[in-house]
């Protein structure tokens, strides 16, 4: 698992023993806000508050968002692109080996991009934003469902399903929290969604039933910042603005081991 912090480190852990795998990769300057695995398992790449979006460090770091942080970041399956969403409301696209923007910002939220990440077939881009719209683009924010075929969003008062071919809201809205959503995601077998909170309770949507599928995951203090699926679906991975970072029993509802611990400070955004 990877992991990105306010300290500024990335830090990569053992799923199974719950140690720190090395040393934690040094570089960005400021909060470490998003990172992802490349689709072959082989590189990281994050983004920051230092503006940059970098990786295990095997070139220089691309820059261009205007003096603003990067909220997001996202390998493409095929491992020829990043995307990188930003406090200045674009979205860009670099090549993966040139570090260099392959082409114009993509433009149209009217506030912060908070979530960007790519379909399955590396075609599209799905971004969430502050302004609580969701933007699908072509690139010939948000989790895909593996599919290809919906989108889900979070936002601060709600969360919803879309068709990804046009556009359109497929479901109502999901609604238990009580506090504003920001990490979503989907399982691996497209059947269901998860959802982390400042509730502090982590929730598992049905997309057949519209309902809550399994008990809320509770434990973090204060709220979840982020939330990914293990590849069987077995195991849910959670961050939160307390530092740390929890793997859960789906079926069980209860904690794996004991929380991951190493950030220097609060904030586990990826």
């Given at each position: 698992?990877?992991s990105g912090s306010e300290?500024?480190?990335?830090?990569?852990?053992?799923?199974?023993?719950?140690l720190q795998?090395?040393?934690?990769?040094?570089?960005?300057t400021?909060w470490v806000t998003?990172d992802a695995y490349?689709g072959d398992?082989?590189?990281?790449?994050?983004?920051?508050?230092?503006?940059?979006?970098?990786?295990?460090?095997?070139?220089?770091?691309?820059?261009?968002?205007?003096?603003?942080w990067?909220?997001?970041?996202?390998?493409s399956?095929d491992?020829?692109?990043v995307v990188s969403g930003?406090v200045d409301?674009?979205?860009?696209i670099?090549?993966?080996?040139?570090?260099?923007?392959?082409?114009?910002?993509?433009?149209?939220?009217?506030?912060?991009v908070?979530?960007?990440v790519y379909s399955?077939?590396s075609?599209?881009?799905?971004?969430?934003?502050?302004?609580?719209?969701v933007?699908?683009?072509d690139?010939?924010?948000?989790?895909?469902?593996?599919?290809?075929?919906?989108?889900v969003?979070?936002?601060?008062?709600?969360?919803?399903i879309?068709?990804?071919q046009t556009?359109?809201?497929?479901?109502?809205?999901?609604?238990a929290?009580?506090?504003?959503?920001t990490?979503?995601?989907?399982?691996p077998?497209?059947?269901?969604v998860?959802?982390?909170?400042?509730?502090?309770?982590?929730?598992?949507?049905?997309?057949?039933t519209r309902?809550q599928?399994?008990?809320?995951?509770?434990?973090?203090?204060?709220?979840n910042s982020?939330?990914?699926?293990s590849?069987d679906g077995?195991y849910v991975?959670?961050?939160?603005w307390g530092?740390?970072?929890?793997?859960?029993?789906?079926q069980?509802g209860l904690?794996?081991?004991?929380?991951?611990?190493?950030h220097?400070?609060s904030?586990i955004f990826?």
């Open positions: 698992m990877v300290d500024g480190t990335v830090r990569i852990w053992n799923a199974q023993t719950s795998a090395g040393e934690p990769l040094k570089g960005h400021d998003s490349s398992g082989q590189y990281v790449v994050s983004g920051s508050r230092d503006n940059a979006s970098t990786g295990l460090q095997v070139g220089k770091p691309p820059t261009g968002h205007s003096r603003c990067v909220n997001s970041v996202a390998c399956p491992n020829q692109y930003s409301g674009t979205i860009r670099w090549g993966a080996q040139t570090r260099q923007q392959v082409r114009e910002p993509l433009q149209s939220h009217t506030y912060a908070s979530s960007v399955p077939d075609q599209d881009v799905v971004s969430g934003s502050e302004d609580r719209t933007g699908i683009w690139t010939q924010t948000v989790a895909y469902s593996p599919n290809g075929q919906f989108v969003s979070g936002s601060e008062d709600k969360r919803v879309w068709n990804a556009g359109l809201q497929v479901i109502k809205p999901l609604e929290h009580t506090g504003y959503v990490p979503v995601a989907y399982s077998d497209g059947q269901y998860m959802s982390g909170s400042s509730d502090k309770t982590i929730r598992i949507w049905s997309v057949q309902q599928a399994e008990k809320s995951l509770h434990g973090h203090t204060p709220g982020s939330v990914a699926y590849p077995q991975v959670s961050g939160s530092g740390t970072v929890r793997v859960w029993n789906i069980t904690q794996f081991g004991k929380p991951l611990q190493g220097t400070d904030g990826t």
